[in-house]
């Protein structure tokens, strides 16, 4: 994933101000910033689901909104909140978004991937938020992407869950993906990503290693570099 000069309005919002950001194969880039300082509109520039107004994005050398479909198959997207058919359950789900592939993972993969292998008979609407957040990883898996943007990952989660995704994302790393993490928390930034970006007002106001952030701002954790390096508390959502 490579984005040059990212830019992006809204009226007279300025969402996105100037981006420019590369996530390497078998790398984890981390994307930390307060509420409404540009994440969700990168991330949508990065996906295609938003066309910059200034700027460029390519995966793996394509414009993921001219090449939409042939993007889809590299790039895989989880969004923080999953937008899916509340009758549906967990197994039709993964079958629906298997057969948008060509050489899609095992639907019994995907499911122990996530640590929802019990869960299999489970509607939608009945999966907790934590769950469907998890289910939502499974199905950005599905056909075995090159890149991939995870929003938020483990937001609800409780401890063993959030562990589970930790091993199944460093395995990803493993496999050559590249990664994009936009996540409030420092403890999984820390752990997983070997580079990080904080963005403020629609810029990126650093860029390091998570240790290499600390130092910058002469903190002792990342949330204290946070506070330091944007003059702003970090909001821990629940």
């Known amino acids: 994933m490579d984005a040059r000069g990212l830019a992006k309005r809204f009226g007279d919002i300025v969402a996105v101000a100037d981006v420019s950001l590369r996530v390497e194969q078998g790398e984890t880039f981390g994307l930390v910033g307060a509420n409404g300082a540009g994440k969700t509109t990168t991330v949508e520039l990065l996906a295609g689901l938003r066309r910059a107004d200034h700027g460029s994005v390519r995966v793996f050398g394509l414009d993921p909104v001219a090449d939409r479909k042939r993007v889809r198959h590299l790039l895989g997207v989880q969004q923080q909140e999953p937008r899916l058919h509340d009758s549906l359950r967990v197994r039709e789900l993964v079958r629906l978004f298997r057969s ?96 990080v970006a904080v963005v403020d007002e629609g810029r990126i106001v650093a860029l390091s290693t998570p240790k290499g952030l600390v130092e910058q701002a002469g903190a002792q954790t990342l949330d204290e570099a946070f506070l330091i390096l944007t003059g702003k508390e970090l909001e821990h959502p629940e």
Do not use: K
Request: charged share 25%.
């Open 100 to 195: 948008f592939y060509p050489n899609p993972r095992a639907a019994s993969e995907l499911l122990e991937m996530v640590g929802m292998l019990d869960m299999a008979a489970t509607r939608f609407d009945r999966l907790s938020g934590g769950q469907q957040q998890r289910l939502s990883i499974a199905l950005a898996l599905a056909g075995r992407p090159r890149a991939l943007i995870l929003d938020e990952l483990t937001t609800g989660l409780d401890p063993a869950a959030r562990r589970h995704i930790w091993q199944t994302v460093a395995s990803l790393q493993d496999e050559g993906v590249a990664i994009l993490l936009v996540s409030h928390a420092m403890e999984e930034i820390d752990r997983l990503c070997d580079r």
